[in-house]
């Protein structure tokens, strides 16, 4: 890594450029990852929130209950990225990209001429279309939206919690945590359908009810309503009706395509709600098919080397991965993409990790007792480890983890 | 008596902080252990990151 101190009059490649769109984690990681790496070259961040780069996993938690000070969500110190020689140009938007004449442009209509350009555009939530129009539906994604659901919540009024993944029964957990009444309405016959089978779900979600969350599955939700004085209800398909004060939507994200789309880079857009089908196609390299041109992140659309077929990742420890990847590409150092990516979720105090695929098993091996929320349990295809899930076990899991993955070579 | 002054370490992983003057009573760290005397299989309370991920804070104790 360069000395701090450093500024753009160190860098011995000046005509080299690499420009990172998004400052996120795998934007930021890219870049930080590139100079780790003896990248010479200038960098330019781009992103189009107004604030420096964060850590996102604290916004369903610490944010929202309040327990953590606004500089420790800073990803890092102010003056850190300029001291890496990293130009960051936060609160602005890419328009457009040309990949004839590799330039972006954005939206004051500077031009940035690149030699390598980095998609790290990211997710958005998915829009529920019954919140359509309706204020007082909050979605989580930002910072500033993190901020705007904690003043909302500091009401104390009822909350529905609309879509029970993991983001939505933390953003409950915090809610209940800070004195809320809160339900929350799922459509599967369950939570956590996509990331746990019901055996390790069910005593999360026991978990939740006894802390007095309420979880109703099943749930089709046919309109949600503002009423005087900004109440709202929520009603089902079949007639049942919550009242709430703050309603939070939490179905899933819909990677932010739209620029690759506009390039001309190939993008997958999926049928509604398949992860696998959507975001910037690219190879397990983070390539797109145009030279010099990458995807990292929840932007993109990668090969599952494992099992086949494309996937798309979603959380924090994957973009973090798939950032230090790219750029280790860039500097001429091949590096895929993570076989087995990894995540962490935190309900009522449990730390819930999970890495690789467990849906994709037809063995398991169960050490402790998932019924009290302390157990790992390992997970096996044909004998082969495809995924690894712990409650409360981060020593057991990171040992595991790492076994699962020198299995794989 | 060790004299110097408290650190924050931070997890490289999830950002998660430990100040080393707070410890972290929920697993039995008393305030003022030091990062040396935890153990080296001592997890992240977040993201149960190892230790070895863990780097001193940029900042100050804030």
Same mark, same amino acid.
């Given at each position: 890594?360069?000395?701090?101190?450093?500024?753009?009059?160190?860098?011995?490649?000046?005509?080299? +450029?690499?420009?990172?769109?998004?400052?996120?984690?795998?934007?930021?990681t890219a870049a930080l990852t590139l100079r780790k790496e003896?990248?010479?070259?200038?960098?330019?961040?781009?992103?189009?929130?107004?604030?420096?780069?964060?850590?996102?996993?604290?916004?369903?938690?610490?944010?929202?209950?309040?327990?953590?000070?606004?500089?420790?969500?800073?990803?890092?110190?102010? #003056?850190?990225?300029?001291? *890496?020689?990293?130009?960051?140009?936060?609160?602005?938007?890419?328009?457009?990209?040309?990949?004839?004449?590799?330039?972006?442009?954005?939206?004051? #209509?500077?031009?940035?001429?690149?030699?390598?350009?980095?998609?790290?555009?990211?997710?958005?939530?998915?829009?529920?279309?019954?919140?359509?129009?309706? $204020?007082?539906?909050?979605?989580?994604?930002?910072?500033? =939206?993190?901020?705007?659901?904690?003043?909302?919540?500091?009401?104390?009024?009822?909350?529905?919690?609309?879509?029970?993944? %993991?983001?939505?029964?933390?953003? /409950?957990? =915090?809610?209940?945590?800070?004195?809320?009444?809160?339900?929350?309405?799922?459509? /599967?016959?369950?939570?956590?359908?996509?990331?746990?089978?019901?055996?390790? /779900?069910?005593?999360?979600?026991? %978990?939740? *009810?006894?802390?007095?969350?309420?979880?109703?599955?099943?749930?089709?939700?046919?309109?949600?309503?503002?009423?005087? +004085?900004?109440?709202?209800?929520?009603?089902?398909?079949?007639?049942?009706?919550?009242?709430?004060?703050?309603?939070?939507?939490?179905?899933?994200?819909?990677?932010?395509?739209?620029?690759?789309?506009?390039?001309?880079?190939?993008?997958?857009?999926?049928?509604?709600?398949?992860?696998? /089908?959507?975001?910037?196609?690219?190879?397990?390299?983070?390539?797109?098919?145009?030279?010099?041109?990458?995807?990292?992140?929840?932007?993109?659309?990668?090969?599952?080397?494992?099992?086949?077929?494309?996937?798309?990742?979603?959380?924090?420890?994957?973009?973090?991965? *798939?950032g230090a990847?790219?750029a280790k590409?860039?500097?001429?150092? $091949?590096?895929?993409?993570?076989?087995?990516?990894?995540?962490?979720?935190?309900?009522?105090?449990?730390?819930? *990790?999970?890495? #690789?695929?467990?849906?994709?098993?037809?063995?398991?091996?169960?050490?402790?007792? $998932?019924? =009290?929320?302390?157990?790992?349990?390992?997970?096996?295809?044909?004998?082969?480890?495809?995924?690894?899930?712990?409650?409360?076990?981060?020593?057991?899991?990171?040992?595991?983890?790492?076994?699962?993955?020198?299995?794989?070579? | 008596?060790?004299?110097?002054?408290?650190?924050?370490?931070?997890?490289?992983?999830?950002?998660?902080?430990?100040?080393?003057?707070?410890?972290?009573?929920?697993?039995?760290?008393?305030?003022?252990?030091?990062?040396?005397?935890?153990?080296?299989?001592?997890?992240?309370?977040?993201?149960?990151?190892?230790?070895?991920?863990?780097?001193?804070?940029?900042?100050?104790?804030?």
């Amino acid at each position: 890594m360069s000395e701090p101190g450093a500024d753009l009059t160190d860098l011995t490649d000046r005509a080299d +450029h690499t420009v990172i769109v998004g400052t996120g984690i795998a934007g930021t990681t890219a870049a930080l990852t590139l100079r780790k790496e003896g990248y010479q070259g200038r960098i330019t961040l781009v992103g189009a929130e107004a604030e420096t780069p964060y850590r996102r996993p604290p916004l369903s938690k610490d944010v929202l209950r309040g327990t953590m000070k606004s500089e420790r969500i800073r990803l890092k110190p102010d #003056g850190f990225w300029a001291a *890496q020689a990293i130009e960051l140009r936060t609160g602005s938007t890419v328009t457009a990209i040309d990949t004839d004449a590799s330039t972006v442009t954005l939206a004051d #209509g500077t031009g940035l001429d690149y030699r390598k350009l980095v998609l790290a555009t990211g997710s958005r939530p998915r829009g529920l279309p019954q919140a359509a129009g309706v $204020p007082g539906v909050h979605y989580l994604r930002s910072l500033h =939206s993190a901020t705007a659901l904690a003043s909302a919540l500091a009401g104390r009024g009822p909350v529905v919690v609309i879509g029970g993944g %993991l983001v939505g029964l933390e953003v /409950a957990a =915090s809610a209940r945590a800070l004195g809320c009444a809160v339900s929350v309405l799922e459509a /599967a016959d369950r939570p956590m359908s996509r990331v746990l089978p019901a055996w390790l /779900a069910d005593p999360l979600t026991a %978990l939740h *009810q006894d802390r007095g969350v309420e979880i109703h599955t099943g749930v089709s939700v046919a309109r949600i309503e503002r009423h005087t +004085h900004g109440k709202l209800s929520v009603t089902a398909a079949d007639g049942r009706v919550w009242p709430a004060s703050v309603v939070v939507a939490s179905v899933g994200t819909v990677p932010e395509t739209a620029l690759a789309e506009a390039a001309g880079l190939p993008v997958a857009n999926g049928a509604n709600g398949v992860n696998s /089908a959507n975001g910037i196609v690219v190879d397990e390299y983070g390539r797109t098919p145009v030279p010099g041109v990458f995807a990292a992140g929840d932007a993109a659309n990668v090969p599952d080397l494992l099992h086949g077929g494309r996937r798309r990742g979603e959380h924090w420890n994957e973009a973090m991965e *798939q950032g230090a990847a790219v750029a280790k590409t860039i500097v001429g150092d $091949p590096t895929p993409y993570p076989l087995l990516p990894w995540s962490w979720s935190d309900q009522h105090g449990v730390t819930i *990790q999970v890495c #690789g695929r467990p849906e994709v098993a037809t063995e398991h091996e169960v050490h402790g007792a $998932p019924e =009290s929320r302390d157990a790992s349990v390992v997970f096996r295809l044909g004998g082969k480890v495809v995924a690894v899930v712990a409650m409360n076990r981060p020593t057991e899991f990171r040992t595991l983890r790492q076994l699962a993955l020198a299995a794989q070579h | 008596m060790n004299q110097e002054p408290y650190k924050v370490w931070e997890c490289q992983v999830c950002g998660f902080v430990y100040d080393e003057a707070l410890g972290w009573p929920e697993e039995d760290i008393a305030p003022g252990t030091r990062w040396e005397d935890i153990p080296d299989d001592w997890s992240c309370p977040d993201c149960g990151a190892a230790k070895a991920d863990f780097a001193m804070a940029e900042t100050s104790r804030v």
